[in-house]
């Protein structure tokens, strides 16, 4: 195949898979120009936007004098499909972690927890706030109607959420409200979940002390020995006299890199409960026929009904879901990687017959495929194209 190398170097490099052609066009030097500008910038964490790059394309160009070039809009969008550039929200704190203390702590720390405890005895706690009433601001509408919204509801709560590394164990949720003893808990003799009440909403030193000796309570009946690995928030005391719970301190700011309730345990959790409330107002909404709206309907439940549905919104995250998301906080076992390694061994292979029937006989569907797996897999084309290069 014909610059069979340059393919594989564009494709590493971030450009578009599915291009089945490359054309020129005028300006080339003004779009490579602008795309090492900004692949610079976004090393810096530079938040960019499309007025910002016709902006700086007009400037390269005039300190290229290439005469007659103007950044347009279509000019963009073409530019931006070529290169795989996308607008995409900025979310999370990652850019303030601190990555050495997280590879230090996955490095050293870790690697002890895994020997000394099983996967079933290895938990991790956080918190984290939910707008109980709030109901999802997004919608499928028809193409000419409006989507309006409404006032969003500010009823908070903190939820304290916990689960074990293999996901065959989640804790009962620690809801934290306001009131202390709310009108709709009257006569209620138990609740779905465990309620504290704090007028800050906020997780407190007693509130965290009084969970733990409750925990290490039930595992010292069940005769276990527990590791629970927390964030180190202020909150979070060490003053408290356990026997079969071991506390665990996670280095500060890493709790978006090295925590697993924040790889998606607490975001899948949270879709779950989105996807009850809806159901439920659906349910009751059919039932009614005054055509109140749903956020009216929202109004009106109370917060013994949302903890019904916090409850079953936690059992339906799935072990799987747990355990994708520990191993992406690096809390891995000798048999996750062998399992690993093995399967890497079979994509390699499957990768390398692509490759190799790909040069026989060029299609473009064949190597937009390899390329789009080599990435899902995270699997270098250097290592596909040299195991091809060593079979002939």
Not at 268 to 287: D, P, T
Not at 363 to 378: I, N
């Amino acid at each position: 195949m014909k610059n069979k190398q340059q393919i594989l170097t564009d494709c590493q490099n971030n450009s578009n898979p599915d291009r089945k052609r490359k054309h020129t066009g005028k300006a080339d030097d003004v779009k490579e120009a602008l795309l090492r500008w900004f692949s610079q910038a976004r090393s810096w964490q530079v938040p960019v936007s499309g007025p910002l790059l016709m902006e700086k394309a007009n400037s390269l160009a005039e300190g290229l004098r290439v005469m007659e070039f103007k950044a347009t809009d279509g000019w963009l969008e073409r530019w931006n499909e070529r290169n795989g550039i996308k607008f995409k929200k900025q979310h999370g704190e990652k850019q303030d972690a601190d990555d050495w203390g997280a590879e230090r702590w996955v490095t050293e720390i870790l690697p002890g927890i895994l020997q000394a405890y099983s996967p079933r005895d290895i938990f991790n706690a956080n918190e984290t706030g939910l707008y109980w009433r709030a109901m999802p601001d997004g919608t499928l509408s028809f193409k000419n109607a409006e989507a309006s919204g409404c006032k969003v509801p500010k009823e908070r709560v903190t939820l304290l959420l916990a689960c074990n590394m293999d996901g065959t164990e989640k804790l009962e949720p620690l809801m934290i409200g306001k009131s202390k003893q709310p009108h709709c808990f009257k006569n209620v003799k138990r609740l779905p979940v465990p309620y504290e009440a704090n007028k800050n909403l906020w997780m407190t030193s007693d509130i965290w002390r009084e969970w733990l000796t409750k925990l290490d309570g039930q595992m010292r009946a069940k005769k276990r020995q527990i590791v629970m690995l927390c964030d180190n928030c202020a909150a979070h005391s060490s003053d408290v006299k356990l026997t079969n719970v071991k506390l665990v301190f996670m280095p500060r700011n890493t709790t978006s890199l090295i925590q697993p309730m924040d790889q998606g345990i607490i975001a899948n959790f949270k879709q779950h409960y989105r996807s009850l409330v809806l159901r439920h107002l659906m349910g009751v909404m059919e039932l009614v026929e005054d055509g109140e709206r749903a956020a009216e309907f929202a109004r009106k439940l109370t917060l013994l009904d949302w903890l019904h549905m916090q409850k079953a919104a936690c059992s339906r995250v799935t072990a799987a879901t747990v355990v994708h998301c520990y191993r992406r906080a690096s809390f891995t076992t000798t048999a996750d990687d062998e399992t690993g390694r093995h399967y890497s061994g079979r994509f390699l292979s499957i990768a390398t017959c692509l490759l190799t029937a790909m040069s026989r006989r060029p299609q473009p569907s064949l190597m937009r495929s390899c390329v789009l797996a080599c990435r899902s897999m995270s699997a270098p084309l250097e290592m596909v194209s040299q195991r091809r290069a060593g079979r002939h």
